[in-house]
């Protein structure tokens, strides 16, 4: 993926967006690749290519299900397929609407059916972040980010031939809770946050309430 779509720069045509950066989501030049790159993915996988190289982002993407999501940075973090099948194939990118994505893997008839399903073995609850900003406006707030879960996630990819052999793939992703977040005043009176919003164990720094036990459970999708 990153050798075919280059540095992620102002001069090759890439301009601000959202993108990660630890565990916040801030502006940056190529922000909402990691989008196609996971369209990308997800068609591979229906497709019955081989993934060679694929990471999960540190977050759940909202954008498609958990394991199929596929992380690319230039030049380190990259997406890598191979394609195993008898017959050459093309690569159908198109945008339906301004804010969507769609590809498509072209070439000869499907090899197999191809099933997608993933099982959360464990969630991790978030914590709510407070930034003092000094130059926010007296008694101002901004909540800057909602906070997600973290997921520790198996996902299996089941081909059924038209011979009738099944083959099964699985492979895990572990994703880490991002914090709530909110921008604040220094003068501004913390009282006046809204109530710790559900999966939420405290705040960022400060002694938590007593925790009780993660629940721990497949949920096949």
């Known amino acids: 993926?990153?050798?075919?779509?280059?540095?992620r720069t102002r001069e090759n045509g890439f301009t601000l967006a959202p993108e990660i950066q630890g565990d916040e989501l801030t502006d940056g030049v190529g922000g909402g690749t990691c989008q196609m790159s996971s369209t990308l993915h997800g068609a591979a996988v229906f497709a019955a290519?081989?993934?060679?190289?694929?990471?999960n982002h540190s977050r759940a993407s909202r954008y498609t299900k958990l394991g199929l999501d596929a992380a690319v940075s230039y030049p380190i973090v990259d997406l890598k397929f191979r394609n195993t099948l008898s017959f050459p194939v093309m690569i159908h990118a198109t945008f339906p609407a301004p804010t969507k994505v769609?590809?498509?893997?072209?070439?000869g008839d499907p090899v197999a059916k191809v099933e997608y399903g993933y099982g959360?073995?464990?969630?991790?609850d978030f914590v709510r972040r407070i930034t003092v900003k000094p130059d926010l406006p007296s008694g101002k707030r901004i909540h800057r980010q909602k906070g997600v879960q973290g997921f520790d996630v198996f996902s299996t990819v089941r081909l059924t031939y038209g011979d009738g052999r099944v083959e099964e793939k699985r492979y895990f992703s572990g994703y880490?809770?991002?914090p709530e977040v909110f921008?604040?005043?220094?003068?501004?009176?913390?009282?006046n946050l809204p109530p710790?919003?559900?999966?939420?164990?405290?705040?960022e720094g400060r002694?938590?309430?007593e925790e009780t036990t993660d629940e721990t459970a497949s949920y096949p999708m």
């Open 49 to 55: 290519l081989e993934v060679v190289q694929r990471k």
């Open 196 to 203: 710790l919003p559900e999966h939420a164990k405290g705040v």
């Open 120 to 124: 959360v073995v464990e969630r991790k």
């Open 183 to 191: 921008w604040v005043s220094p003068d501004y009176d913390e009282s």
């Open 207 to 209: 002694s938590a309430p």
């Open 102 to 107: 769609r590809v498509e893997i072209l070439g």
């Open 176 to 178: 880490r809770p991002s």
């Open 1 to 7: 993926f990153n050798d075919a779509v280059g540095p």
